[in-house]
């Protein structure tokens, strides 16, 4: 601990992460952030001579930083690196916003550039054959207890026509579905517990039901509700609105893994498995939904509602990513006319 009344650098450190607690962060994030944290302060305590203890705010100057980084970096990842960045930058704001350091140095500390990347989405054709196929599938007799065309078909039409990340598809439960048939509306959870709505139409409420209804067979509800015999409601209104949305070959709520492994046997069966980024499963089908719109003339406002981002600068990956919308819009430049019928 640093010495006197005055608090140490990691008991700020402790401070910081709990206004992310306060904020709803996940405990994943928070972990990430405290390891991030921790290994700098290391560092940091090496350049200045001191045990990490006994580090005080005093101690995070330029200088001092800059070689705490420089040795952090030496044996990590660009990614890492940048992450540790940006976590540093954040917890230096909340060091000025607490009233306890004059400024923040993060600015003058170096960062490895971030590659430019486009997000590779399926094409047209390939999501034609990914949905035919999953459709020819659902219309035949189940081969076993761990085959659920139909409920696999519902899951790719739900990651399609949302794009939601394959986390914000397993938390989903009955009661995310607001609305009737006519209108549904999903209700999404996503990052830092931040809710958004996302509206259907009549094709994915069609899959979706007819997988609930096949799951109501399968598992008929551990709670019967009043509402479970009532034909006039749409059928998730029909489960308790706890029950998970999306269930596995148990019952049970779907798990990060097999939903990972559903998708790619899907893929497989449809022929495209070699048209997917490597290591992209379900999040190929986000890239492709937001690729899509961008496509289809949506603005960037609009993509950073429907997928949950908190920054336009994000969503700007998928209308850079639509070349066949840019050369359309170069197209169109009132100037080449001119060039065609001169004066």
Not at 179 to 187: I, K, S, T
Not at 218 to 235: C, S
Not at 248 to 253: E, F, I, T, V
Not at 331 to 343: F, K, S, T
Request: positive net charge; proline residues 6%; charged residues 25%.
């Amino acid at each position: 601990m640093a010495s006197g009344d005055e608090p140490g650098l990691l008991e700020w450190i402790s401070a910081y992460l709990e206004t992310l607690q306060t904020a709803k962060r996940s405990a994943h994030t928070v972990k990430a952030y405290r390891l991030d944290l921790r290994a700098v302060c290391e560092q940091l305590a090496a350049t200045r001579q001191l045990d990490p203890d006994a580090l005080t705010v005093q101690d995070v100057t330029i200088r001092s930083l800059r070689s705490a980084f420089a040795a952090f970096a030496r044996e990590r990842q660009p990614a890492s690196v940048r992450r540790a960045w940006s976590v540093w930058n954040s917890f230096c704001n909340f060091l000025v916003s607490e009233g306890v350091s004059e400024g923040n140095p993060m600015a003058s500390i170096a960062q490895p550039k971030r590659p430019q990347h486009t997000p590779k989405a399926f094409k047209p054709a390939a999501i034609g054959q990914l949905v035919d196929t999953l459709t020819v599938q659902a219309q035949r007799p189940e081969a076993g207890p761990r085959d659920w065309p139909g409920r696999d078909l519902a899951l790719i039409a739900t990651l399609l026509l949302t794009g939601i990340r394959s986390e914000e598809l397993i938390r989903l439960d009955l009661a995310s579905i607001l609305g009737g048939r006519d209108a549904p509306v999903l209700r999404v959870l996503g990052k830092g517990a931040t809710e958004r709505e996302i509206p259907l139409e009549d094709s994915w409420t069609a899959i979706v039901s007819a997988y609930l209804e096949q799951r109501y067979t399968r598992f008929p509800p551990a709670r019967r509700t009043a509402r479970a015999d009532r034909e006039d409601l749409a059928i998730w209104e029909r489960f308790p609105p706890e029950d998970p949305l999306f269930v596995g070959s148990d019952g049970r709520r779907i798990t990060r893994g097999t939903l990972q492994y559903r998708v790619r046997r899907m893929y497989r069966l449809a022929g495209i498995e070699s048209e997917r980024k490597r290591g992209a499963l379900a999040h190929a089908l986000r890239h492709t939904f937001a690729t899509s719109l961008a496509d289809s003339g949506a603005t960037m406002v609009e993509l950073q509602q429907l997928l949950g981002h908190r920054s336009l600068q994000t969503v700007q990956i998928y209308t850079s990513a639509t070349n066949d919308a840019v050369r359309h819009a170069a197209r169109h430049n009132p100037v080449y006319e001119l060039l065609r019928d001169p004066e």
